[in-house]
């Protein structure tokens, strides 16, 4: 019995989009289970298993008890592993009350947009960005103000675009180096001067950092670490990407105390506190053996300069080879306008809806991303696939005249 009921929606509902990323990866998923041949590209997370000695601390944990709420802002003991994890690989000294563990990274940001902003802000974040970034701005009433940047180099911002795109309104600024969906990693050239602009103009900066552990050439620098100027800067953090911890959901902020409180007070009364199981797996995970940390991003490592040579051969497109995180985002314009028989394929939902019906290969459109034109096809799969699925989208795409 499906009853009707007179619901009336919030505007908010409205205002915001279906996450594009889940809803592609779903739709792998009913193709696998209609027994359809699929290759998904479309995976935001490592096919790796959770390392062995990070999953026997979580079995530990239920046999010991670790089953009840713990403090609003995490175990004490695991605030003080982040502490130490900080320090270690990215030169930040923080003390446990600037520290706020959440049901993953994707929950720190939404609090602190919602801690930060309100209707009348502006918030600036740069195409092509994450999915969830303009959402999370919405749901404060803000409005995301979209930024330009430079693929060639690696996506950092265009300066030219940024300032003209300040008003009196602008309240922060959201950063994700490296990026999802395009791998970039800004230099520190690049984060200095925003850095500055930040500090010149009296904003805040969100620093989303969840892949800072997947680069593959140099040592990546957090934004904060070279913040000389004070700046009020949020660093975001996460298990889920550098221990292939998705599930567990366990994510971080780092950032003053204030900050940190008010996050705490909305948290406390939207989920009490983030899975005490997982919180104390997270604490092995970052203070115990990293060697699967770096295992995993030299497999990586070798799955991204395959995807990429293998995309650098189909013709007509153009691709930025990513310095970080796990996927590559090629730029397919040249196919767009054109036909495939009487269809026209007219933006890049267009071309991954063909590549998924014609090749059974799932992508993520770049329009999802702000970013008309190209697609994001994720390298955290095994070799083989990525020759497999590559291979089928070059053949699909002979078709598009």
């Given at each position: 019995m499906?009853?009707v009921?007179p619901?009336?929606?919030a505007?908010?509902?409205a205002?915001i989009q279906p996450?594009l990323?889940?809803?592609m990866?779903?739709r792998a998923?009913?193709?696998?289970?209609?027994?359809?041949?699929?290759?998904n590209f479309?995976v935001?997370?490592?096919?790796?298993?959770?390392?062995?000695?990070?999953?026997?601390?979580?079995?530990?944990a239920?046999?010991?008890?670790y089953t009840k709420?713990?403090?609003g802002?995490?175990?004490?003991?695991l605030?003080?592993?982040?502490?130490?994890?900080?320090?270690?690989?990215?030169?930040?000294?923080?003390?446990?009350?600037?520290?706020?563990v959440?049901n993953?990274?994707?929950?720190?940001l939404?609090?602190?947009?919602?801690a930060?902003?309100e209707?009348g802000?502006?918030?600036?974040i740069f195409?092509?960005?994450?999915?969830?970034?303009?959402?999370?701005?919405?749901l404060?009433?803000?409005?995301?103000v979209?930024i330009?940047?430079?693929p060639?180099?690696q996506?950092?911002?265009?300066?030219d675009?940024?300032?003209?795109?300040l008003?009196?309104?602008?309240?922060?600024?959201i950063?994700n180096s490296?990026?999802?969906?395009?791998?970039g990693?800004?230099s520190e050239?690049?984060?200095?001067?925003i850095?500055?602009f930040?500090?010149?103009?009296?904003?805040?900066?969100l620093a989303?950092?969840?892949?800072?552990?997947?680069?593959?050439?140099?040592r990546?620098?957090?934004?904060e670490a070279?913040?000389?100027a004070?700046?009020?800067v949020?660093t975001?953090?996460s298990?889920?990407?550098?221990?292939a911890?998705?599930?567990?959901r366990i994510?971080?902020a780092?950032?003053h105390?204030?900050?940190i409180?008010?996050?705490?007070?909305?948290q406390g009364?939207?989920?009490s506190?983030?899975?005490a199981?997982?919180?104390k797996?997270a604490?092995?995970a970052l203070?115990g053996?990293q060697?699967p940390v770096?295992?995993?991003?030299e497999?990586f490592?070798?799955?991204r300069?395959?995807?990429?040579?293998?995309?650098?051969?189909?013709?007509?497109?153009?691709?930025?080879?990513?310095?970080?995180?796990f996927?590559a985002?090629?730029?397919f314009?040249a196919?767009?306008?054109?036909?495939?028989?009487?269809?026209?394929?007219k933006?890049?939902?267009?071309?991954?809806?063909?590549?998924?019906d014609?090749?059974?290969?799932?992508?993520v459109?770049?329009?999802?991303?702000?970013?008309p034109g190209h697609?994001?096809f994720?390298?955290?799969?095994?070799?083989?696939?990525i020759?497999?699925?590559?291979?089928?989208?070059a053949?699909?795409?002979?078709?598009?005249?």
């Amino acid at each position: 019995m499906n009853p009707v009921a007179p619901y009336r929606f919030a505007s908010r509902v409205a205002k915001i989009q279906p996450s594009l990323t889940l809803e592609m990866a779903t739709r792998a998923t009913e193709l696998k289970e209609q027994g359809e041949d699929v290759i998904n590209f479309s995976v935001g997370e490592p096919d790796f298993n959770t390392p062995t000695h990070i999953r026997e601390a979580g079995k530990a944990a239920i046999d010991d008890g670790y089953t009840k709420y713990t403090a609003g802002a995490g175990m004490l003991e695991l605030r003080q592993a982040i502490c130490t994890k900080l320090a270690r690989d990215n030169n930040l000294t923080y003390t446990p009350d600037q520290i706020l563990v959440s049901n993953g990274e994707k929950q720190s940001l939404h609090t602190a947009c919602q801690a930060l902003f309100e209707a009348g802000d502006e918030v600036l974040i740069f195409t092509p960005y994450w999915v969830s970034f303009p959402e999370f701005i919405r749901l404060t009433d803000a409005e995301p103000v979209l930024i330009n940047t430079v693929p060639e180099r690696q996506f950092e911002p265009d300066w030219d675009d940024l300032k003209r795109k300040l008003t009196p309104r602008t309240r922060g600024i959201i950063t994700n180096s490296p990026s999802n969906p395009t791998g970039g990693i800004w230099s520190e050239a690049a984060n200095r001067k925003i850095l500055e602009f930040a500090r010149q103009h009296d904003l805040v900066i969100l620093a989303d950092e969840c892949y800072e552990q997947l680069v593959y050439s140099g040592r990546f620098t957090s934004l904060e670490a070279l913040n000389t100027a004070s700046v009020p800067v949020l660093t975001l953090m996460s298990l889920s990407k550098t221990y292939a911890m998705t599930g567990w959901r366990i994510g971080y902020a780092a950032g003053h105390r204030d900050l940190i409180r008010a996050m705490s007070k909305i948290q406390g009364q939207a989920t009490s506190c983030a899975n005490a199981i997982g919180q104390k797996a997270a604490v092995t995970a970052l203070i115990g053996d990293q060697t699967p940390v770096h295992t995993m991003r030299e497999t990586f490592r070798q799955r991204r300069d395959l995807m990429i040579a293998r995309l650098r051969q189909i013709p007509k497109i153009t691709c930025v080879e990513p310095q970080g995180a796990f996927y590559a985002f090629p730029d397919f314009s040249a196919y767009l306008g054109k036909r495939v028989g009487t269809k026209l394929i007219k933006d890049s939902f267009d071309l991954s809806q063909y590549i998924l019906d014609s090749a059974k290969v799932v992508t993520v459109p770049g329009d999802g991303f702000g970013a008309p034109g190209h697609i994001r096809f994720s390298f955290a799969t095994d070799l083989h696939t990525i020759e497999t699925g590559i291979r089928r989208v070059a053949e699909a795409v002979k078709n598009v005249v």
